[in-house]
């Protein structure tokens, strides 16, 4: 088996058999995506906002939903069909107490985008309070998630492009 | 100085949360007749029929990309000249470059912070209001 580990922020999509993305998840959400008629899958691992950060809810949406494009964009690229993906969610717990919701948030998030996009989800371990690591077999269609006692550090999150792109046309 | 309650917008973007949350800054922008589309063969019908001013389309999406549905707008005698801001990923230098080739009035790389939104179409628009 080849191992891919992945962080937050970044996302795997793979599309032959004895590969397995892996990731550590503490308050962050990881979406696994497969087409279970191609066998292609893929993983993320994003965080909305830190921690006591103040990111009005707006913001944190568009963190949330360009983590889930640049997902379904590299599947569809792939040879994935949008109509076949089937989702297992995973992560969002609060694990620091006092520094709020955070996890929660995540897991709502994924939660509804899945729900707006009408993907289907298939597991879903979500909020709690306890790290998890989590490794997806997309060929082989299989995903397991364990408890584990520490928390990946998070990093810090690059707010949404102000000057929109840097190619200048005219 | 447009008003931006004047301008008629169209968004295509096969992600219904995306469509959601353009319709949502746009609003916030002061912009009132926002109509979106999934695909962007629908939307060409639409933008004839509807006679849009601006369109916001993604780059990336199945069946009809943002270059090939922007190519079709361009070569269209009616609605050839309708502005049209390209959304795209930020490895897609590539892309924006070809959309110029083809036309593009603008462009924004996601994800996007609003103002940069309105910054790109006031380059084309002039400052809103």
Known sequence: MRRIPIVQGEHRVVAEPGVIISTLLGSCVAVCLQDPQTRIGGMNHFLLAEPGEEVPPAGQQRYGIHAMELLINAMMQAGASRGRLRAHLYGGANIIAGLGRIGSSNAAFARQFMAAEGIEIGRCELEGTHARKVEFMPYEGRVRSTLVDRAPPLRALHAPGEAGGDVELF | ?129
């Open chain 2, 1 to 129: 100085m447009p008003a931006a309650s004047a301008i008629r917008v169209m968004v295509v973007d096969d992600q219904t949360s995306m469509r959601a949350m353009i319709r949502r800054t746009l609003q916030d922008l002061g912009f009132k007749d926002v109509r979106d589309k999934a695909g962007a063969a629908e939307a060409l019908a639409a933008i004839k029929s509807d006679r849009v001013h601006l369109v916001i389309s993604d780059y990336n999406m199945p069946d009809m990309d943002g270059l090939q549905f922007l190519e079709a707008v361009r070569a269209d005698p009616v609605i050839g000249k309708t502005v049209f801001i390209m959304l795209t990923g930020s490895a897609d230098r590539e892309v924006v470059q070809k959309a110029a080739a083809l036309g593009v009035n603008n462009y924004v790389v996601k994800p996007f912070a609003p103002a940069a939104l309105k910054e790109k179409i006031e380059r084309v628009f002039g400052e809103l209001n």
